[in-house]
Each structure stands twice: as C-alpha cells, then as structure tokens.
C-alpha cells in the first residue's frame, strides 16, 4: 500500500515563503507523478501543481510564477515552494500520487497539511 508523508505546513505572514515535503516509498516514486492539491473552508479541491516522472510541471494559475514544484528522485521526495504568499492560498494542502497525470486525482493521498498566511 502506497503511503504519502507530508511535512511543512503551518502559519506564515503574506508575502513570505513555505516549502512542503511530501515522501513515498523509493520503488513508487520513481515510477509516479506526483501533485498538490488544496481545499480552502467552503471551497472546491483544486490541482496546484503536479509533476510527471520526466519532470514536466503543471501549476494552476493563481500559482503560476509564485510556486515551483520539484521531485528529489534519491530522496523519493516531492516538493511545492510556495512564494509570495496570499490569505487566498491559506487551505489544507495534500499530496497526491499516481502512475500518471491524468489519474492523479484518483490516486494515493496524503492527510494534509496545514497552510494558513495572514494578512
């Protein structure tokens, strides 16, 4: 069974950065796309960003030019570096795994990590 671990979530200011991890076992990974997802109270899960096995990268365009998402292939390790944080981007954010982008949203998860930027 495929298991996701997130890590760096939590409170920041607007305007400042937060990176989150999220690992998975090595004979996964390295056959996996992997993506963030979020859901903000009272709002849809939505695609953040995703990257394929050859490192192809997708981002939703309220994120476009501030996030980058990035994989560590020796550390089974996905990545999402959030920049110039908004209130808007204060949600839960998951981690999401699958053997390609089209099935990502029906893939393995992650519990979710708590981002919050206050204004």
């Known amino acids: 069974q495929v298991q996701l671990m997130e890590s760096g979530g939590g409170l920041v200011q607007a305007g400042e950065s937060l990176r989150l991890s999220c690992a998975t076992s090595?004979?996964?990974?390295?056959?996996?796309?992997m993506g963030w997802y979020r859901q903000a109270p009272g709002k849809q899960r939505e695609l953040v960003a995703a990257?394929?096995?050859?490192?192809?990268?997708i981002y939703a365009p309220s994120v476009k030019g501030r996030f980058t998402i990035s994989r560590d292939n020796d550390k089974n390790t996905v990545y999402l570096q959030m920049s110039s944080l908004k209130s808007d981007d204060t949600a839960l954010y998951y981690c999401?795994?699958?053997?390609?982008?089209?099935?990502?949203?029906?893939?393995?998860w992650g519990q979710g990590t708590q981002v919050t930027v206050s204004s």
């Open positions: 990257i394929t096995t050859g490192g192809t990268t």
């Open positions: 999401a795994q699958s053997y390609t982008l089209a099935t990502l949203q029906r893939g393995t």
């Open positions: 090595r004979s996964i990974f390295s056959i996996s796309a």
